[in-house]
């Protein structure tokens, strides 16, 4: 896969085995795991997080083997899922930074230019989103508007 913004092509990373099953030595049950993925995402984790801390504390590898669902189809049935996807999130809140301090520097222009570069990817984003209805059609992209979704 290549990057967006650059000349390089990227890495190739490893893979998940295929039949997604539950190991034999896991004992969570799914009400468990689900019940403490919901817990940590009232806490105001996000779904990689949860994922990484049910396999770091609680010793599930994959909350998908254990719950037959995908993290974020369980934290949307028990309602604790956020309205903006976790990608997009993430690259709002590397936006609203990059702002603040482009108002105290104003004439750093590689960051500028890496502003400009990254406001074209959420909006690529967006659109991806927009067309797979897990954002609202007239939902747009405003550097106000990151900053007070961020916050």
Same mark, same amino acid.
């Given at each position: 896969?290549? %990057?967006?913004?650059?000349?390089?092509?990227?890495?190739?990373?490893?893979?998940? @085995?295929? !039949?997604?099953?539950? #190991?034999?030595?896991?004992?969570?049950? #799914?009400?468990?795991?689900?019940? /403490?993925?919901?817990?940590?995402? =009232?806490?105001?984790?996000? #779904?990689?997080?949860?994922? /990484?801390?049910?396999?770091?504390?609680?010793?599930? !590898?994959?909350? %998908?083997?254990?719950?037959?669902?995908?993290?974020?189809?369980?934290?949307?049935?028990?309602?604790?899922?956020?309205?903006? !996807?976790?990608?997009?999130?993430?690259?709002?809140?590397?936006?609203?930074?990059?702002?603040?301090?482009?108002?105290?520097? #104003? =004439?750093?222009?590689?960051?500028? @230019?890496?502003?400009?570069?990254?406001?074209?990817?959420? +909006? @690529?984003?967006?659109?991806?989103?927009? %067309?797979?209805?897990?954002? !609202?059609?007239?939902? +747009?992209?405003?550097?106000?508007?990151?900053?007070? /979704?961020?916050?």
């Amino acid at each position: 896969m290549s %990057r967006i913004h650059s000349g390089h092509k990227g890495r190739s990373g490893s893979h998940r @085995r295929y !039949p997604i099953t539950k #190991p034999e030595w896991v004992t969570a049950t #799914p009400e468990e795991v689900a019940s /403490q993925a919901v817990q940590l995402a =009232k806490g105001g984790a996000g #779904p990689a997080l949860i994922g /990484q801390t049910l396999r770091d504390s609680y010793g599930v !590898p994959l909350a %998908r083997m254990v719950t037959g669902k995908r993290l974020t189809v369980v934290l949307k049935e028990h309602g604790v899922a956020s309205d903006i !996807p976790d990608d997009l999130q993430a690259l709002l809140k590397r936006v609203v930074h990059l702002q603040r301090h482009l108002q105290t520097h #104003p =004439k750093d222009l590689s960051n500028r @230019r890496g502003l400009t570069l990254m406001e074209s990817r959420i +909006r @690529r984003l967006a659109r991806y989103y927009r %067309r797979r209805h897990r954002l !609202p059609e007239n939902w +747009r992209y405003s550097a106000a508007g990151a900053a007070l /979704q961020v916050e």
